[in-house]
């Protein structure tokens, strides 16, 4: 009751225009639009701040909005749908079915529709995003730069990473590119890229179908290009508002070209491996990833690619990035290197 009450002394000082209201456990109160819920933090923009409060999920106890919303549950359940709160911490989401959405869209009001109810905690919520925004709301990307100069043998070296999402209602499309370029008086150029676009076809209880392009060049283990094409599905089998964990199985289509006049080789592969995010340490972030494969084409040949980041955040969408790549191969062409790893620190921006 208390906190309706406040609402109710608070909400007429503010504008009109601002209609989601957010009460935390030590009684302050936003007045504002929310904008999303990603990785245990609320964000919403206000009229009388010059950026958007950003305040971690779980310090949250009560909503009112009436803005539709993407929701991601911990047990895999996706709903596009309205929020408000029974009671401190416990909220009712209200839905509809995908298929009376696209009758919305067509022109059908949705009080006219079967709109269906699910209560829930805010631990069993991990995501939310507001859908009033469009396209852009949706969308996600980052870049990363990296410069250094050695004086001794006029050693220079530049990074650049990026990434590009969009998150759809059951679906995702997620792109990286990450490439360095080093040069040193009197030996040969490094050069390394590696990039993927990967789609995500999201089913009930967490489950979910991908595929992912990649490619890999690389001179210290004289690939000329390493073309994957992988189909798969894979499980969360953690998957909070704090940290999730999944796995991946699948096939792949590898083939490679080199640097050098050995021949390019297609082979068949088998893959598994597992993904893990931490994102409630603090300002730090923790993204993990392995994965194996197994040839099925070349009999005894195996590779796994390793990766690591951690990201720190020092300023509002701005963070430095501490990270490695590890690619392995026990059977490369003559003369190449079977283990290549890069260790990187770049400054990046987030949206």
């Given amino acids: 009751m208390r906190n309706f009450l406040l609402l109710i002394f608070f909400i007429p000082i503010v ?5 989601d209201s957010l009460i935390f456990k030590n009684q302050d109160v936003i007045v504002g639009e929310i904008k999303s819920m990603n990785r245990g933090v ?4 206000t009229d009388y701040s010059d950026s ?14 009436d803005t539709r919303y993407l929701f991601s549950l911990r047990d895999g359940t996706r709903l596009n749908g309205k929020i408000s709160t029974i009671e401190d911490g416990t909220f009712l989401i209200r839905y509809v079915d995908p298929a009376a959405l696209i009758r919305i869209k067509k022109g059908e009001r949705e009080e006219d529709q079967q709109v269906q109810e699910q209560i829930v905690t805010s631990s069993e919520i991990v995501y939310m995003n507001a859908l009033d925004d469009g396209f852009w709301s949706r969308l996600s990307a980052s870049i990363d730069l990296g410069w250094s100069l050695t004086k001794a043998n006029n050693l220079r070296q530049f990074n650049i990473r990026s990434g590009l999402g969009y998150l759809a209602d059951r679906w995702k499309i997620n792109s990286s590119f990450n490439n360095i370029r080093s040069n040193q008086d009197e030996v040969e150029p490094t050069k390394r890229t590696d990039a993927n676009i990967s789609f995500v076809y999201f089913l009930p ?3 979910f179908l991908l595929y992912d392009f990649t490619y890999l060049s690389n001179t210290e283990q004289l690939i000329r290009a390493r073309v994957g094409n992988k189909v798969g599905f894979g499980k969360y089998l953690v998957h909070t508002n704090k940290s999730y964990l999944g796995f991946q199985v699948g096939a792949n289509l590898n083939n490679e070209t080199y640097f050098d006049d050995t021949p390019g080789r297609r082979t068949g592969e088998a893959f598994f491996g597992s993904e893990l995010n931490l994102y409630d340490i603090g300002d730090l972030t923790l993204l993990s990833s392995v994965f194996a ?29 501490l990270g490695t790549t590890i690619n392995y191969d026990n059977r490369p062409i003559s003369g190449a290197s079977s283990l290549d790893y890069i260790f990187q620190t770049t400054i990046g921006w987030s949206l």
């Fill in 52 to 65: 958007d409060f950003k305040i971690k999920w779980d310090e949250l106890i009560y909503i009112k909005s």
């Fill in 42 to 45: 609320i964000q919403i923009e």
């Fill in 293 to 321: 494969y197994p040839n099925l084409t070349d009999k005894g040949r195996f590779r796994t690619d390793f990766r690591l980041d951690v990201k720190y955040e020092f300023l509002e969408d701005f963070y430095v990035n």
């Fill in 15 to 19: 504008s009109f225009a601002q209609t």
């Fill in 205 to 207: 209880k967490d489950w």
